[in-house]
């Protein structure tokens, strides 16, 4: 296999870094790493495969003419930049909201649906930490049973916001002052407050999970309710999802059908204190399913408690599957 030129657009961020890191860990062919940034970390270093590379400006890494670029650096930079690359013929790979529900860029999570990228795609769609997890669980389910509404409540950690947000809790357990990245404390507190509000009363991140899951599961008719919180957990977000079906299903099929889906590990034995949780999914790819049961009052209706680590499956490594599948499609 060829060695592939690969840039990180937001190398230095908390994403950015972990991507470095699953490109290394995956052995993906990586002949050249382009670590690219703000003007303002040009020249630091990061860290591949032992050696120190620097960071360079976005202008330069696209000069650089690179097979694949993973943007995590935001929206509006993915909005101006993805473009230029891609019409260098680089293959972007965006971690941002900037392009997810545009009607001809792929929205991918490659265990689910890899089958929507064509050869002529040049930017794919890396879409929320929250919805990855989410339709990781539910889409063997939707398969077999067909999903009519999904009310889904996500507990969620503070690296999905970033370094600054990582700080603020840092600071907080050891009574440091420093700058907020929440309107409100976050150690000891949980904060109902994920995004900006809209008008309709719900937040962005929860109108993604409503907006994305649909796109990905192709099923526009789904009815969704999010509701998204922040907690002081560093990495691992957490999903209380209640979900109705079509068609009735049978509880050990329904762990027979996650068992064997790609990416997803059940752990269920709760009268055994077995069931997944943050602390035990940080630095995992796998997206963790447990507390399986019937919902008592609605019929044809299931319960699920789904944890991942964000900063993986979440974001990076999903976008870094989607380029081994890319690379398998005979790149």
């Known amino acids: 296999m060829k060695e592939i030129k690969v840039a990180v657009v937001g190398a230095t961020g908390l994403v950015g870094q972990t991507m470095i890191r699953c490109l290394e860990e995956r052995n993906f062919p990586v002949g050249q790493l382009i670590p690219a940034a703000s003007q303002k970390s040009v020249g630091k270093m990061v860290t591949f495969r032992g050696a120190d590379v620097p960071v360079v400006t976005v202008q330069e890494a696209m000069n650089s003419r690179p097979d694949f670029a993973l943007f995590s650096a935001g929206g509006a930079v993915s909005l101006e930049w993805a473009p230029l690359f891609a019409a260098n013929d680089t293959i972007v790979i965006d971690n941002s909201s900037a392009w997810r529900m545009e009607q001809d860029i792929p929205l991918v999570v490659p265990e689910v649906n890899a089958h929507v990228i064509g050869k002529k795609n040049r930017i794919i769609a890396n879409p929320n930490c929250s919805t990855i997890q989410m339709v990781m669980s539910l889409a063997p389910l939707h398969i077999r ?96 999802v209640n979900v109705e079906f079509q068609n009735d299903f049978d509880l050990k099929e329904v762990r027979e059908l996650l068992s064997n889906f790609p990416g997803v590990i059940v752990l269920d034995d709760p009268l055994s204190d077995k069931y997944p949780m943050p602390v035990n999914c940080k630095g995992r790819d796998e997206v963790f399913v447990g507390r399986i049961r019937k919902d008592h009052f609605q019929p044809n209706t299931l319960n699920l408690w789904v944890v991942s680590d964000n900063l993986r499956k979440g974001a990076a490594t999903n976008a870094v599957q989607i380029a081994e599948h890319i690379l398998s499609m005979s790149f």
């Open 145 to 240: 049973y067909n999903i009519k509404r999904i009310v889904v409540s996500t507990y969620q950690s503070v690296t999905g916001t970033g370094v600054k947000a990582y700080n603020q809790l840092q600071n907080e357990i050891e009574g440091i002052d420093g700058e907020m990245a929440y309107p409100h404390r976050i150690f000891m507190n949980c904060i109902p407050h994920c995004d900006q509000f809209l008008d309709n009363g719900y937040t962005k991140e929860e109108m993604k999970l409503i907006n994305e899951t649909r796109k990905i599961l192709e099923a526009p008719s789904i009815a969704i309710s999010a509701t998204s919180v922040r907690v002081p957990v560093f990495v691992g977000h957490s999903e209380s």
